[in-house]
Each structure stands twice: as structure tokens, then as C-alpha cells.
């Protein structure tokens, strides 16, 4: 078993089976060694939105709600980049992580939610997923889920 | 003519005159064989914006509307590739989107909206225009345009 | 001293110390020869964020704050380019900036507030400060900024 899946193993984490969309987008591209992944919500591993998080941070679902939203999407990014390179120990580095928290106008802590995504990735990745990141709060996300996170890796 | 090209007559689109912006910025960048594209708004071919495409989704700007403006926001993105590139063959693939939708705080269905870009990436490009994206419902854009498109390439 | 560093204290800049942030992200990743920096809000030399850079465009911020608060996040860009890289002088392109303008849903002159942004890189790294840009107004930004600013810069 790989180290990366060992640790996701003992962090209690299953990856759900990639589902890729029915659209004319793709979950992720490579180009050179960088993997590009989609904008990943916060779908559940029976791929499935929890009412816990759907909806707006600053409103009906609150820090600790979005802080595990934002970590779904973080396993659904590596969903993905599991799909992409087959094993997640050939991830050399996660690049970035872009965090778009559905928010109301006033709710400023938008960095405390999306560190569910970045803890998720560095207990899973160590040094190699500490990221460049961007967190901002939006008016909506898709399917009215809490927390969307976009992702770059760099693999061998 | 170019098989890009051809294929764009066919769907009976023709590229409007790229018109740079006045500002300290550019439409693209190109760093090795990436090509970074400046977001485009859904301006038309006349580089006018049509008031069925200004506004707001959930708002004044209805899904087919939407998904017209987002179309349009990629027919611009086609207009900067091909004056960076010189050949729009040249492109090897549409590596990634960016889809920022002017939204009302209500409006869920976003990916409908922006599915009016990715549709006409793969009608032009085929399967090279099968891109990762990310799709998010924003506060406002740029004169209140209804959907801005920014795009990576990949080429050759 | 460099020639961009010089530039800089023309225009009477001095680059505040390099504060990392404090949580699983880092506040750059290179990745081959591309820098990709994390979204850099507008707090000011001081590591403060001033009443006047908080809040909404189209609120309690006016146009020429919001595009100071533009100016401030390039600059705190350029403290972490400079962390990353030592010397300015190894920038070759700045390849994009991504501009996220706090703002209120009928507030749509954002590439104006944004021009801050783009008119500081210019100024201190001439062409290779022109980049490509996308702008959008959201919903909230952390601790209320008024501004933030992503960058991607190309190196030697």
C-alpha cells in the first residue's frame, strides 16, 4: 500500500469512487508534470450533499459545519488526483488550493473554514501538501453547497 | 483554413477583432507552452453588451440568457487565444476554465450557466476542449456583465 | 541593488518583513519556474489593516481607498516574491493576477479599484509587470478586506 493511502487508511478515510460529471468538463488535466482538478463541493463519500452542508457560513451552517465541508472537498480533490495519477505517492507537491466559501456579506472568518481543507491535505501529504492558497467568500456555489475547493499538484 | 477555424464557420461563429485593454494589464500571457488567459466578459461580436446578458442570474438575466453570455465569454477567450497564438490548431488542450457567474445569493443551478462555455469549447475544439473547471456564483462583475470566463491552454 | 529594488524606493516603497501565515498553507510554492503566491490581503506596512481598506466598494469604501487597498496587496505580492526568490530581479513575467473586490452586488466599476493593483506592478517591473487579470467582486473577504490579490509570476 502506498504511504500516502496508509495515512488516509489511519486518518479513517475511505476515497469514494470518482464520479466524473456529465457535462463537458473533466474532473482534472494534465499538462506537463502539473495536475489541474475542477472545482470539488462538498459531497459526501455516498456522494451525496448533507444538509449540514448546504447552504450559507454565516447563516444556516456554521464555523464547525463548514470546516468539515471544506475538508469533503479536500478528499474529493484527492479523489481526483487519485484518479489522475493512480497513486497518490507520485504527488510531488500540492501547488495550490483555491477555497470559495458560500457566504453572507458579514461573515469574515472565511480563513478558519477553509483550514479543513488545508489541515486535511497536510495530514495527508505532510510537508509535500503545505499549498499557496486563496480564500474567498462567494454569494452562491453550485447545488447551494457550504464550501468549493479547486486544486494544482505537481507529480512525478 | 485552419481545422479550428473551419470548424468555428461551421457553427456560423466568426471571431470578432481582438481589442486589447486599456490598462496595465493584457489579455494573455504565455509562459512556456501555457497560455493564460485574461477573464473575458460576455461581451458580443460587436464588443457591445447586450442587455439580456447584463444583470444578475436569479435576477434579470434568465438561464438561457445565461448560458448565452457564458457562451460568449468563450467565443472571447477563442479571440484571445487566436491572437496569441496565430493558429487556433495550435491549441493542444483547453487545460482549465474559470466561470465566475453573477448571482444572486439564491441561485444554485450555476454549472447550467456555465455549461454554455464548456459546450461550445468542445463543439469548437473536440476533445481538446475538454477542460477542468471551477464555477462560482459571484457578488458582481465587471458592468454588471451576467458571467466572466478566465482560461489556461496548453499548446504547441 | 536590484534594479527593481531600486525602483522600488523610487517610488518611496519599502517591502515590509515577510510574515508567514500561521496554519497548513504557506504563502508561496514554486513549482518548476513558476511562483504561484497566495492571495495577499490588503493590511498595510505595518502588518495593520486600516479602517479605510475594510469593507465593501459600493459601501464604507470609495473608489480611491479601494484602489490604495489594490496597491497594497501588489506590494504585499512583491514581499513574498521577494521571500521566495531573494532578488526581484530573477521575475521574467508577471504571468497573472486574480483580483477579488470585496464588494456590494450593484458595485461594477471593479477593474478600476483592481487598476491599483495592475498599475504597481507595471510601475516597478515595467513590461514584465504586464499581466493577465481577472477581477470580480465578492461576496466577503478574511477579516473584511477590502482587497485581495493571487498571483502567478514566471522566474529565472
Redesign the interface.
Known sequence: MSVVESKLRQLGITLPDQVPPV???????I????L????QVCFGPNRQLADAHKG?L?GEVDMAAGQAAARLCAINVLVQAKAALGDLDRIV??????G??N?????????MVM?GA??L??EVLGDK????????????????CAV?V?A?F?FA
Chains 1, 2, 3 share one sequence.
Open positions: 457535462a463537458n468538463y473533466v474532473p482534472f488535466v499538462t506537463g508534470n502539473l489541474v482538478i475542477s472545482g450559507k454565516g507537491r500540492c501547488v495550490r488550493l483555491g470559495f466559501i457566504s453572507r456579506p458579514d461573515f469574515a472568518p472565511l480563513p483550514n488545508s489541515d491535505m497536510v501538501g503545505r499549498h499557496a492558497r486563496t480564500t474567498v467568500g462567494v454569494a452562491e456555489l453550485p447545488q447551494d468549493e479547486e494544482m505537481e
